[in-house]
């Protein structure tokens, strides 16, 4: 007896993302129907093997694998950018520096495309020009896993996480920035 197997055809797609602190992007992609797995690394610098001790030019990243049947870059784009201030390049809440800048990593022109049009909805919804948004965007470049302590961090250190999510103030600055769409995959208002 002989089956004919057809294999199922995949629509895996991958996004790089940079918003401060990659414990709390992982955490709040992973929520998103559609996603496969995030996970934490570094990426946009020179350096080789990045490590979290040493990993200067890199910023820390997160590298959404998603089913692009199931959810579509425009839709992870605008819940990453309601889980980061995206008026603020110099670091995300308490996280301050280069590595913790906001970045949209795009692949080609279509990506680069898509990640201004967020940007733009994004500087609508808050009332803002659209120069104020400092979110960068930047040429994909490679992806370097970090540590294994660092992957999934939220789910296996839920105390450790949630105090460093408070007391970095990452909430209280979503919900005064974006209000009730704060964390949301919510449709863009303007």
Do not use: M
Request: charged share 30%; hydrophobic share 35%.
């Amino acid at each position: 007896l002989f089956i004919l197997l057809t294999p199922i055809k995949t629509y895996a797609s991958e996004t790089i993302l940079a918003g401060g602190c990659f414990w709390c992007l992982e955490h709040d992609l992973e929520s998103l129907k559609g996603i496969n797995s995030v996970e934490s690394g570094y990426s946009g610098g020179d350096l080789k093997n990045p490590t979290y001790e040493n990993h200067n030019g890199h910023q820390e990243v997160v590298l959404v694998n998603y089913d692009s049947k199931i959810v579509s870059l425009p839709e992870i784009l605008r819940l990453y950018l309601r889980n980061i201030d995206p008026l603020d390049g110099g670091g995300q809440f308490c996280d301050r520096g280069d590595a913790y800048r906001p970045v949209i990593f795009f692949a080609d022109l279509n990506e680069e495309n898509v990640a201004k049009n967020a940007l733009s909805s994004a500087s609508k919804e808050l009332k803002v020009p659209y120069e104020e948004i400092s979110v960068e965007l930047k040429s994909k470049s490679k992806f370097w896993l970090a540590e294994d302590y660092h992957q999934d961090y939220a789910d296996r250190n839920e105390f450790k996480y949630k105090f460093y999510r408070f007391s970095c103030g990452r909430d209280r600055k979503l919900d005064n920035l974006w209000g009730d769409r704060a964390r949301s995959i919510d449709l863009w208002t303007e």
